[in-house]
């Protein structure tokens, strides 16, 4: 890692009235401490702005909504102050208060100061309340634009991320592509040996033919908008490997979340068993794995749950989400955003629970499924109110033998508290002139 060492930064609060202001800056600089798993600490975010560095970038299409079916020719967290070189999210022995936040406030009347502390007081309720009754093991993180707490439970706790990993992919890619040393409109070659296991839309390109070529640009829309493993293996090769994707994470110091091996080796690993070619084939993966005895299986799955090897603490995820949407809009993480807006798996989780005028820039993950038991059932991303303010929201699930309706419910109720929290500060912000 090199390069100069970045300032601190600090997040303070908006001023009531629609308008959300964002401080400019570069690089990700954190370290978010994992807490033990049984751990239910309330955590807050403290930040202070720095300069913005210029990168390097080339004009990016929009990624395509859906891809398209036309054929190619071919223990309690550790408290430690924020330094110049990193960032650490603290955690509080109770629930997070607005004392520092209100002794920094800037043109902020007392009126308006209480009212935003009320309003996010509630909101800390209404999460606690629904993370509570849910049957299952989740972790809550929110960011809101009025305040720097991180308003939720489990948010510093490593979580499984099955697909919402392709977001850091797709950003080591962006990034190569602002330094110059890939071109988004460069061709790659897709064969049968790129063939991964589960949801894969374009491997149906592989039907009748041995190979085929597709843009970088494409293999990114459809790996992030369509949670495409074929396409998002691909991106690893692109980008130099797993290695490539944790040197990229280093670089920034966020050291709380975990980049796995690849798509067969973590889904052979969390199955229990040693990842064949032979595998590719068919229904290979599957009836290979329906071989192995239960209590192999459900072993390897209780290791892998225990202790992710793609593992992210929610919290550290809202932090990342919230210095993409404060970048340039050739930034490669603004790039990222703007992409995962044409998300559409997922439809059923957090944008279900948005209201009229708000939309969603999102990432969906979804582990394997042993017998009654659902595992990482997660939904990540932005969700922007008419105003234009923003609300940072990860819902991760670790696990659960509830079926889909209350694991989705769980999310959707999510946005809706993040909606009314909304109106309750500023309730005019949705009313039509």
């Given at each position: 890692?090199?390069?100069?060492?970045?300032s601190?930064?600090?997040?303070?609060?908006s001023l009531?009235?629609?308008?959300?202001?964002?401080?400019?800056?570069?690089?990700?600089?954190?370290?978010?401490?994992?807490?033990?798993?049984?751990?239910?600490?309330?955590i807050?975010?403290?930040?202070?702005?720095?300069?913005?560095?210029?990168?390097?970038?080339?004009?990016?299409?929009?990624?395509?909504?859906?891809p398209?079916?036309?054929?190619?020719?071919?223990?309690?967290?550790?408290?430690?102050k924020?330094?110049?070189?990193t960032?650490?999210?603290?955690?509080?022995e109770?629930k997070?208060?607005?004392?520092?936040?209100?002794?920094?406030?800037?043109?902020?009347?007392?009126?308006?100061?209480?009212?935003?502390?009320?309003?996010?007081?509630?909101?800390?309720?209404?999460?606690?309340?629904?993370?509570?009754?849910?049957?299952?093991?989740?972790?809550?993180?929110?960011?809101?634009?009025?305040?720097?707490d991180?308003?939720?439970?489990?948010?510093?706790e490593?979580?499984?991320?099955?697909?919402?990993?392709?977001?850091?992919?797709?950003?080591?890619?962006?990034?190569?592509?602002?330094?110059?040393?890939?071109?988004?409109?460069k061709?790659?070659?897709?064969t049968?040996?790129?063939?991964?296991?589960?949801?894969?839309?374009?491997?149906?390109?592989?039907?009748?033919?041995?190979?085929f070529?597709?843009?970088?640009?494409?293999?990114?829309?459809?790996?992030?908008?369509?949670?495409?493993?074929?396409a998002?293996?691909?991106?690893?090769?692109?980008?130099?490997?797993?290695?490539?994707?944790?040197?990229?994470?280093?670089?920034?110091k966020?050291?709380?979340?975990?980049?796995?091996?690849?798509?067969?080796?973590?889904?052979?690993a969390?199955a229990?068993?040693?990842?064949?070619?032979?595998?590719?084939?068919?229904?290979?993966?599957k009836?290979?794995?329906?071989?192995?005895?239960?209590?192999?299986?459900?072993?390897?799955?209780?290791?892998?749950?225990?202790?992710?090897?793609?593992?992210?603490?929610?919290?550290?995820?809202?932090?990342?989400?919230?210095?993409?949407?404060?970048?340039?809009?050739?930034?490669?993480?603004?790039?990222?955003?703007?992409?995962?807006?044409?998300?559409?798996?997922?439809?059923?989780r957090?944008?279900?629970?948005?209201?009229?005028?708000?939309?969603?820039?999102?990432?969906?993950?979804?582990?394997?499924?042993?017998?009654?038991?659902?595992?990482?059932?997660?939904?990540?991303?932005?969700?922007k109110a008419?105003?234009?303010?923003?609300?940072?929201?990860?819902?991760?699930?670790?696990?659960?033998?509830?079926?889909?309706?209350?694991?989705?419910?769980?999310?959707?109720?999510?946005a809706?508290?993040?909606?009314?929290?909304?109106?309750?500060?500023?309730?005019?912000?949705?009313?039509?002139?």
């Amino acid at each position: 890692m090199s390069g100069k060492r970045p300032s601190r930064f600090h997040v303070t609060r908006s001023l009531i009235g629609g308008i959300c202001l964002a401080a400019a800056i570069a690089g990700i600089t954190m370290t978010a401490n994992a807490s033990d798993p049984k751990a239910e600490k309330q955590i807050a975010g403290k930040a202070k702005a720095e300069k913005p560095k210029a990168e390097k970038s080339s004009a990016t299409k929009s990624a395509p909504a859906k891809p398209k079916a036309t054929k190619p020719e071919q223990k309690k967290p550790n408290v430690a102050k924020p330094s110049a070189s990193t960032f650490t999210i603290p955690s509080l022995e109770d629930k997070p208060t607005n004392t520092q936040t209100n002794t920094q406030t800037n043109a902020r009347t007392n009126a308006q100061t209480n009212a935003h502390s009320a309003a996010d007081e509630k909101l800390r309720n209404e999460i606690d309340t629904l993370w509570k009754k849910f049957p299952g093991r989740a972790g809550i993180a929110i960011y809101t634009p009025f305040s720097d707490d991180i308003i939720g439970r489990r948010q510093t706790e490593r979580f499984p991320q099955q697909s919402v990993s392709k977001m850091w992919v797709a950003l080591t890619i962006l990034e190569q592509e602002a330094a110059g040393k890939l071109s988004l409109d460069k061709k790659i070659r897709v064969t049968r040996d790129d063939i991964v296991v589960f949801s894969q839309p374009i491997k149906q390109y592989l039907s009748s033919q041995d190979s085929f070529e597709m843009p970088v640009r494409e293999l990114l829309a459809h790996a992030i908008n369509a949670s495409d493993n074929l396409a998002n293996s691909v991106l690893i090769r692109v980008a130099g490997g797993p290695q490539a994707i944790n040197q990229m994470l280093d670089r920034r110091k966020v050291q709380s979340i975990r980049f796995g091996p690849g798509e067969v080796l973590l889904q052979s690993a969390i199955a229990g068993l040693e990842w064949r070619p032979e595998y590719r084939k068919g229904n290979g993966f599957k009836e290979q794995r329906s071989r192995i005895p239960m209590e192999k299986r459900r072993a390897a799955l209780e290791k892998y749950l225990a202790s992710p090897l793609d593992g992210a603490a929610p919290g550290t995820i809202v932090l990342v989400l919230k210095r993409f949407g404060e970048r340039a809009a050739d930034d490669p993480g603004a790039k990222l955003l703007k992409l995962m807006a044409g998300t559409y798996t997922g439809r059923s989780r957090l944008r279900s629970g948005l209201a009229p005028g708000w939309s969603l820039a999102h990432k969906t993950g979804t582990g394997q499924v042993l017998g009654s038991i659902s595992t990482a059932l997660n939904d990540v991303g932005v969700m922007k109110a008419p105003d234009g303010c923003r609300y940072q929201v990860a819902v991760m699930i670790a696990e659960t033998r509830a079926g889909r309706e209350v694991t989705n419910g769980l999310m959707q109720n999510v946005a809706r508290a993040v909606v009314r929290h909304h109106r309750e500060i500023h309730p005019k912000a949705e009313k039509t002139p």
